[in-house]
DNA sequence: ATCTCTGTTTGATCTAGATCAAACCATACC
DNA sequence: GGTATGGTTTGATCTAGATCAAACAGAGAT
């Protein structure tokens, strides 16, 4: 499944900045045209399918992504073969760790994705010349904290019901399509990796699930497809 | 126990930036001289004593602060009144939200403590237009951002006996005092709180540390104070 | 259509840690 | 000295969630 460093640059498309959907994003919108160029010409756009490591825990990376469009999942991984998802990241958010070499933790695409790999060392010339772009990677990375905390709360106090619940609500809102009051996305992580991220076993994340579908806040398709008629109710099993 | 944040700026000592401790921290390190002397007339030091809540979940906060001295816990809660420390700051890390107008967690001195207290417009500017600062205050989010990940393996996938070994060498390693092997430190937190920062009970708490000093893995003397004769012993316990 | 194979649900049982309850022990105050 | 007081330890019991085990369901492959 894992694709070597090298292969992510030696394979992929050129990119199109002028018509891309991240031209505005955290990275590229802080970027002058003519650095935006330049970067375009030592970029390449992949495919990535559902497993696949982007980088691995205790290794450099020599490139940064955008992740153009899926999920992918952070994790940490404990010798004895313990694992916990710290963070999900969704298009078009930026993947990689300005300043260390070293990554603490591993980034694994959780559904087939794209991502539009540039250059470490490019970037990280582009952050010393560019307040704007210091400032965006310094936002996101606050965001990234906030969501951390918030999900220490989960990990730490809340209950398996509630645990399921959060993470639901995490992915409906991030998830793009919806309409006024009911919410319909297909989730991005198995039930093996939910428990991952909430800190229990699957069969407690199954037991919740049909928990939560007997009650009727949610209505599941496929084991994957969610819906949910009434994001208040799904929020009220939160207890926020 | 809580201070007004008004009277935080009210009352207290001047600044000595000179011969500060401070003075190579995160902030004033990134300061020239001349940006200090401003820093410096609109700044305060104050003690405040264990239990003082710093900045309020949920509010706004106006100001801004280094720890001189003490610990800091950053706590979470519910309505219910469950609870959850989501990270320790020691001195002379510095305390608050650029960019962000509300607060989405609360400081409080879990010890008796010292900070020196900036007002937010001026060091907010002082970010804008220096380079050097923005960088720092970048890299201590994403040491604060590793740290609160690292935390998250802890409270979803460790055992109760490795996570009372794990706070105990996350604080053993940020106090100061050590010699060669064996460490010697004051527990800054309650039973309570170090509950709530592992996401479990006081009794459960007070027995795995009983587990441990019965074990020789550390010597307890009057509650807070904790002497590790052998701290790779110690680090064994975590399954890091 | 049948046979894997992998992910998921459901059931039965067990246990780590929670809860309930009491004893303990410093410190401070009368 | 006694005696409240707040934090801590220890003990007895309970339970949410883990573990063990089996059935089930969809997607490919033959």
New binding site residues.
Partial sequence: MDVARSELFETGTPVACASCQARHGVVCGALSNGQLRELNRHSLRRKVEAGCEIIAQGSESSFYSNIMRGVVKLCKMMQDGRQQIVGLQFAPDFVGRPFVRESTLSAEAATDAEICVFPRNLIDRMISETPELQRRLHDQALKELDAAREWMLTLGRR???EKVASLLYLIATHAEPQTATSTAFDLPL???EIADFLG?????V??Q??RLRKSGVIR?E???HIIVPDMDELERMISA
């Avoid at 229990?200 to 407690?204: A, L, Y």
């Fill in positions: 209950t398996a019901g198995s039930r093996a229990m076993t699957i069969e407690t199954s037991r699930m049909t599941i496929n084991f994957r």
